[in-house]
């Protein structure tokens, strides 16, 4: 194993190493080839379109080869000047020395330039390789009168540029495609990021509004029951039904507490059933006793549904607690009713005053809460000051 794994790294080293250096490799292979043509007597490659009086050595194809050779060398960082000189040269060669280094050269920064170059890029490239076919052909004809020698030539060096140009032109689409892939595969990395957020934050907000439905109401009515007990002065029965009150409604937090930890650390088990509308005439008893005066007429005989009836109860719930807060001694009028199949929760509050002892702290989330679940049901909540008072209203389709 270990000798596979230090097989592996200096392959890799390796293919760096040549990556790297693959230019300087390129021009040496070049060179290579241009000087194996001339020592094998290959150089005179189509010589019937030499323009010199005279054959001359081949190895002037090596000489003629080596500007295009250093043009390979720099091609990463001037690849369409070496690709403009070498043409230069390449055309030089073929209508006098010959040689086959500046034709690979040539072949070589095509490639390049062609793999590096955008659509329209390519486009106009292949208009030109087209265009240099065109005018070698026209050239050849001229020179030699012959058609068949001229289209033969025209043949074989668009076979050559055509070729050349096809597998770079591949090559790029394919890093064209695979750069696609990388980007969606980058898109759908953010948006599973994006969901995934969006995921944890519903559930933190779904914690939040069930602890608030859990807990809040006890602590609020624990607030209450001590508050009515301060109210009245000292009377030791009432004072020991207050403690007895406020016992009860820290057993029932702590055990709504430990059903949601349970949940939250297992995954499973029911959280406690919020309270329903036969709470609420307990609510209101405990509001009277914090010194609010208030009006409730019952709850409507037919039925709804139960995360309709749970959720008028957290509205009722909710409301006498902010008045215990915030208007004591006030006069508080409590309606709920069904209209048109909608079950209408409204909770007026008039002519309080906040409480002069220390109370317990709101910031208003849980009215924010409440409205999220009655809009979230298809209800319409509203809560706002109206003249010296306050109300809060909530209508639920009882279909919800």
């Known amino acids: 194993m270990a000798t596979t794994s230090g097989a592996t790294v200096r392959a890799a080293a390796g293919a760096g190493w040549v990556q790297r250096h693959r230019p300087f490799l390129d021009a040496a292979g070049v060179a290579a080839v241009s000087a194996i043509s001339a020592a094998a007597g290959l150089g005179e490659i189509w010589d019937v379109l030499s323009v010199l009086p005279e054959p001359v050595s081949p190895w002037w194809g090596v000489v003629i080869a080596m500007p295009a050779i250093v043009c390979v060398a720099l091609k990463r960082r001037y690849p369409r000047i070496g690709l403009a000189v070498t043409t230069v040269l390449a055309v030089a060669a073929l209508f006098t020395v010959g040689g086959i280094g500046t034709l690979v050269a040539l072949l070589d920064l095509l490639w390049t330039v062609t793999l590096g170059a955008s ?12 265009a240099a076919t065109a005018a070698v052909f026209a050239l050849t004809v001229a020179l030699t009168g012959e058609l068949r020698i001229a289209v033969l030539i025209g043949l074989q060096l668009g076979a050559l540029l055509g070729a050349d140009y096809w597998w770079a032109t591949a090559v790029a689409q394919a890093n064209e495609l695979a750069e696609l892939h990388r980007r ?61 009150a406020v016992r009860d409604s820290s057993l029932e ?42 009006s409730f007429a019952g709850t409507p005989a037919a039925p709804v549904p139960v995360v309709v009836e749970q959720l008028a109860t957290s509205v009722v719930q909710e409301s006498l607690a902010n008045c215990v807060r915030h208007a004591a001694g006030g006069r508080v009028v409590i309606e709920i009713g069904l209209d048109d199949e909608t079950l209408v929760v409204r909770v007026d509050s008039r002519d309080g005053r906040p409480l002069e002892r220390p109370e317990l702290p709101g910031n208003g989330s849980g009215l924010v809460m409440l409205g999220e679940r009655v809009r979230a049901l298809g209800g319409r909540f509203d809560a706002g000051p109206v003249g010296a008072g306050w109300s809060v209203r909530a209508s639920l389709p009882v279909d919800a």
Request: proline share 4%.
């Open 119 to 130: 659509p329209g890029g390519r486009r106009r490239i292949l208009a030109g390789c087209a």
């Open 184 to 244: 969606e595969a980058r898109e759908v990395v953010r948006l599973a990021e994006r969901d995934r957020d969006a995921a944890l934050q519903r559930e933190r907000d779904g914690m939040a509004r069930e602890l608030h439905d859990l807990v809040a109401g006890h602590v609020s009515a624990m607030a209450i029951r001590a508050e009515a007990a301060l109210s009245n002065g000292r009377d030791p029965v009432a004072d020991e039904a207050a403690l007895r």
């Open 253 to 294: 937090a702590h055990e709504a507490l430990r059903s949601m930890i349970r949940v939250l650390r297992a995954g499973g088990g029911e959280l406690v059933v919020p309270p329903r509308l036969d709470r609420v005439p307990g609510y209101v008893d405990e509001a009277r006793r914090a010194g609010l005066e208030v």
